[in-house]
Every structure is written in structure tokens, then in C-alpha cells.
């Protein structure tokens, strides 16, 4: 059974690749497995990982199988670096650019422990007035954060949770 909407056409995936992130990888990989093997076939699936900067690691249809789905994650989740911190407004202006591309309608999904420990205040403001932007295109569905911990959801819902989006905060790891 396809428990996905059936006009969304792209997804855009992010996973939080930081050392900060590292003790919930095994999470993160059993979930966005799960998540890629659902998904419909004509649907185009982008991956990113990002800690201090983000990289695009997939765009195109979704693995076709589990060993497929399992290779890129393993890959995808093996890449680690020193820099420290995670910066979420990076992120969010990575997705902008992608967005900024296409016509399609789309859902967002981030793995991640937080986020935006290192980010100013106009960095969290500035990633607010993009997303209200997503939201005014009429083309994002949804948001879903998945492995936020319950103490530290309000930061990221300060810069997620705009009228118009469904946010969602999954996998409390």
C-alpha cells in the first residue's frame, strides 16, 4: 500500500553527517532505508548530507531495491569530517537552490540531532524567509525532521514550522 500523496514528484533528503550526529547513523539509516524503498518509482529523490556544509550525494529515482538503497546509504553515511558543527541555514539555501530549478511539487525530509547550534540569529532568520517563500510557491507538502531529541525541537520548529507547511518531528532517538 503507497501511504505517499500522489502529487508530490520530488523529494529532497538530508542527512546529518556531523560528529554530533554520528551516535544516530544506525537510526537514520534503518528509517531513510525503509523511507527510500517506499517510495513510488516515478518519484525523484535528492539526497544531501551536511554538517558545516551540505553535499548533493543522490538525485534521480529512488534505489530500486534494498541492497541498492543499503550501498548508498552506507556511503552516504560514511563520510564524517573535523569541522565542527552542523549549519542547518546551508542547508536550507542548498535546498533553495535546488528548489529554485524545477516546477515539481515536493516534500522535505531531514535527519538530523539539531543543527543550528553554531547558526546567528539573522542565519535562523534568514532560513525562516526562505521557507515562507517554499510555502507561498504552493509547491511544498510537508516538512519531516526525524531524531530531534523533545529538548531541542524548538529551534528547529522556529525555522520550519511556517503556516501552509505540515511539520513533522519523527524518531525521538
Not at 529532497?12 to 554520528?22: C, E, I, P, R
Not at 558543527?85 to 535527519?111: C, E, H, P, W
Not at 553554531?118 to 532560513?127: N, P
Request: with cysteine.
Amino acid at each position: 500500500m503507497n501511504k505517499f500523496r500522489g502529487d508530490i514528484e520530488e523529494r529532497l533528503v538530508a542527512v546529518d553527517t556531523s560528529g554530533s550526529a554520528k551516535a544516530y547513523k544506525n537510526a537514520y539509516f534503518k528509517d531513510l532505508n525503509n523511507f527510500l524503498i517506499d517510495l513510488p518509482p516515478q518519484e525523484r529523490v535528492v539526497i544531501f548530507r551536511f554538517d558545516a556544509a551540505p553535499a548533493e550525494v543522490h538525485d534521480g529515482p529512488p534505489p530500486e531495491t534494498l541492497e541498492k538503497s543499503s550501498q548508498l546509504l552506507i556511503k552516504t553515511l560514511a563520510y564524517s569530517t573535523e569541522t565542527r558543527g552542523t549549519n542547518m541555514k546551508q542547508l536550507v539555501s542548498a535546498f533553495d537552490t535546488r528548489l529554485s530549478r524545477g516546477t515539481n511539487n515536493y516534500d522535505i525530509r531531514i535527519y538530523t540531532d539539531c543543527g543550528v547550534e553554531d547558526m546567528t540569529a539573522e542565519q535562523k532568520r534568514e532560513s525562516k524567509e526562505l521557507v515562507e517563500k517554499w510555502v507561498k510557491s504552493g509547491r511544498l507538502n510537508s516538512i519531516t525532521l526525524f531524531g530531534v531529541q523533545q529538548g531541542r525541537r524548538e529551534d528547529l520548529r522556529a525555522i520550519f514550522d511556517v503556516d501552509g507547511v505540515n511539520l513533522e518531528f519523527q524518531g525521538d532517538i
